[in-house]
């Protein structure tokens, strides 16, 4: 059913959409703008128990860890190691190929490397130490978690297997593998320093170890050297006879062919090609440059002329010094022309020889518009026209500079092999006679500057470094899982909540009713039973807000739906149905046809006939309704007779008429409707009130429902006047802001005990 407007009903539409400007409905999450560290702390707060837990249990398993770590010490000795070997001549060939970029990287391999892990160990017989052999078992430094499991095992249970003895190569892989996993080679930044320790349960072995690597390291160099030095010689020696016949073939090359095409230079030939052809290319980007200027306005004509407009209207048009004389003496004409119409009329002398004169400025400057205009084209076909030529002469000029480059570029060529076979030559020569007194030298790039001494106390593990990196890993891990868990949090929790995510205001926040079960009080009556209570001081907070969301003309008929079904709709409507009676005459109706709430808790006894008798015109005004026997100013109108068309009854013009005609009996209207999401009774209600207010179950009502009601009511042009946040536990809410907690508190009301 459609309803006419009245001078009211505009006031409440102008109303809503302020509303909806002030307070959008939104219909998806709104992102966060900024850092707010308060909720973060917040969300901390709420699961410190459980991040202190994992603090705790984190820190065990780091002493467990800590105190089953062998110890292990590190004994360190410290080289000097130069680029550049002192040289007796002035050239090394050695360093002549090195990158000294990568030197010192290169010799953090080599010492680290396999080979010099064997000379060590065959050298110092390590293979049967005790701190490295597996028969001994002691070459675990780590922490085992599966070794130290079986040391707990009783040897009866018959879990440790006995092992079989290991093979020499066994044993040569177990201590090289040992070798390479103990011992660090490190540089100093911006030094010629480097520092090889060795890490071992045996302070003496770890020092001993360390001084062997430094000493093999030197030895393997000096070999190494001496070893391509020889080779460097013989190589030289071949290449030098090699060298020497390809330079003799390339300078005879090179006679012949002088000989053969009388050429002696090519500088004087690259000079003239090169600036011939560079001035018809400069040329040539100046013509394409004119072209390209040209063919803008060309293209502006041919735009005019397909879509059929005049010339005058072209920038190089209106840019023409003489159109623009000839349009003014067009305009001054036409303005005499104007003025002898009204003096004289149409007949008269001056009037005709003054059109004359007007139309013959409007002939010249047609012939001056034409003419500009087809100048326009000749000079963008004149422009063209010389692009071409320059690009046919700039090919020709090119074809004519290869053809003769031809033989210049294999002049060059040659030239260019004779030079770099003599240079080749002559840098190998001088190699080879350096090589040879190179060779006859032992001087080493390597020098000892701190040897390796038996450290004291252990190097690791840090005990207390350990624990404290278990516990910030534990805390760590229990912060992410916090905030985990509260992104997985669906649900309102607090005011702030519904203004996020509903964009709606929250009128106010009634706390959950805890009654002792032996108690006859029922909670659709607890603002009748106990008036000075928190809860009923809540619902005032509501009342107030309903009442003041329009001063001039406060709200009448007001709707109280939610989501679903169960969320304390209608305690909230009868609990505020009581409010509203201190302030004059209220009637409580019971909107949801499918079912009957108020008639036995709130009253006492039941109704038979209600709203939907009435609405048929089964029954009379005097007959549905039931006063309070209680309360003086409360009266209850029950749904009555079950519908089996609710929601057509709730849109007839019947139902709409008995609305009007019950607010001329009564000043406030409290409708229980029926939810959002299973009907759409609320949605045709929402649109017959004044004012809507919207239920939410604390920690039970999800971000999806909510918001799939507030589209269904914004699809019906139907925008809360805000929200009530319904049974909310303040002591839960004391982590979420502190004033919920203390506000219930400081009224001398404790949730926890009721």
């Not at 959409?17 to 917040?42: H, K």
């Not at 080289?79 to 060939?93: A, F, G, Q, R, T």
């Not at 607010?663 to 017959?688: M, R, T």
């Not at 929200?723 to 907690?741: N, T």
Request: net charge neutral.
């Amino acid at each position: 059913m459609t309803k006419s407007f009245e001078p009211e009903e505009f006031i409440k539409a102008e109303k809503l959409m302020t509303r909806e400007r002030a307070f959008p409905v939104q219909m998806d999450d709104a992102d966060e703008e900024g850092i707010n560290l308060l909720e973060y702390w917040q969300v901390i707060r709420r699961r410190a128990r459980a991040i202190l837990g994992l603090g705790l249990l984190a820190a065990l398993i780091g002493a467990l860890v800590a105190f089953n770590i062998t110890p292990q010490y590190r004994a360190e000795i410290k080289l000097l190691v130069e680029p550049d070997v002192p040289k007796v001549v002035s050239v090394d060939p050695l360093q002549g190929v090195s990158n000294i970029m990568f030197f010192y990287r290169t010799q953090y391999e080599i010492i680290a490397s396999r080979s010099l892990a064997e000379a060590v160990i065959e050298k110092l017989q390590l293979e049967q130490h005790p701190v490295i052999s597996p028969k001994q078992g002691k070459n675990e430094s780590g922490f085992n978690l599966s070794r130290l499991v079986k040391g707990w095992m009783p040897e009866s249970w018959g879990i440790i297997e006995e092992s079989k003895p290991p093979s020499k190569e066994q044993l040569r892989a177990a201590a090289i593998g040992f070798f390479l996993s103990n011992l660090h080679v490190k540089g100093q930044k911006n030094s010629q320093i480097i520092n090889v320790a060795f890490e071992s349960p045996d302070a003496a072995l770890s020092a001993q170890i360390a001084n062997a690597v430094a000493e093999a390291y030197i030895e393997k160099g000096l070999d190494a050297k001496f070893a391509l030095n020889q080779k460097a010689a013989g190589w030289l020696t071949e290449r030098l006879a090699g060298l020497r016949t390809k330079l003799e073939q390339s300078e005879e090359t090179l006679r012949a062919f002088q000989e053969k095409e009388k050429l002696v230079g090519t500088k004087s030939f690259e000079s003239i090609t090169s600036g011939k052809l560079g001035g018809i290319t400069e040329a040539l980007i100046n013509a394409q440059a004119r072209r390209a200027e040209a063919e803008i306005r060309y293209k502006q004509i041919k735009a005019a002329q397909r879509k059929g407009q005049s010339y005058e209207s072209l920038q190089a048009v209106l840019q023409n010094a003489f159109v623009q004389r000839l349009k003014e003496d067009q305009v001054k004409l036409g303005r005499t022309v104007s003025e002898l119409a009204e003096r004289y009329g149409e007949k008269h002398p001056k009037m005709i020889a003054a059109r004359s004169d007007l139309r013959e400025a409007n002939r010249h400057l047609r012939l001056e518009v034409e003419k500009v205009v087809n100048g326009i084209i000749r000079n963008y076909e004149a422009a063209a026209a010389q692009e071409q030529e320059l690009k046919r002469l700039s090919q020709q000029t090119q074809t004519e500079a290869r053809g003769h480059q031809a033989k210049e570029f294999e002049l060059t060529k040659l030239e260019r092999d004779v030079e770099t076979s003599r240079q080749l030559y002559e840098v190998f020569l001088t190699r080879h006679k350096e090589t040879n007194l190179a060779g006859d030298t032992d001087v080493t790039n390597i020098t000892i500057i701190d040897k390796a001494t038996p450290p004291l106390v252990p190097s690791k593990p840090n005990k207390r470094r350990i624990v404290a990196v278990f516990i910030m890993a534990g805390l760590f891990i229990g912060v992410l899982l916090a905030f985990l868990l509260e992104y997985l949090e669906n649900t309102f929790r607090t005011p702030e909540d519904i203004e996020d995510k509903l964009g709606l205001p929250v009128l106010g926040v009634i706390p959950t009713l805890l009654l002792d079960k032996k108690s006859s009080e029922v909670p659709e009556r607890h603002a009748f039973t106990s008036p000075d209570s928190p809860f009923v001081e809540a619902l005032n907070a509501v009342r107030t807000g309903v009442m003041f969301a329009n001063i001039d003309t406060p709200p009448k008929t007001i709707m109280v739906t939610s989501s679903v079904a169960n969320e304390g709709k209608t305690t909230l409507c009868s609990n505020l149905a009581l409010t509203f009676s201190h302030t004059g005459r209220t009637l409580l109706i019971d909107a949801d046809l499918r079912k009957q709430q108020h008639s036995g808790k709130v009253l006492r006894r039941r109704s038979r006939l209600g709203l939907a008798d009435l609405a048929v015109g089964d029954a009379e005004i005097k007959e549905c309704i039931i006063k309070d026997n209680d309360v003086g100013n409360l009266f209850y109108m029950s749904s009555g007779t079950a519908s089996p068309k609710p929601l057509e009854l709730l849109s007839s013009k019947r139902f709409l008429d008995l609305l009007d005609k019950l607010k001329d009996h009564f000043e406030h209207i409290i409708i229980d409707s029926a939810p959002v999401l299973p009907v759409s009774d609320s949605l045709v209600l929402g649109n017959l009130v004044d004012e809507v207010i919207f239920v939410v179950k604390a920690d039970e009502t999800t971000h999806a429902m909510a918001r799939e009601s507030m589209k269904r009511l914004a699809s019906a042009h139907v925008v809360p006047l805000g929200v009530v946040l319904q049974q909310a536990d303040l002591k839960k809410m004391e982590d979420y802001g502190s004033h919920y907690y203390t506000y219930g508190y400081n009224y001398g009301y404790n949730y926890g005990n009721d």
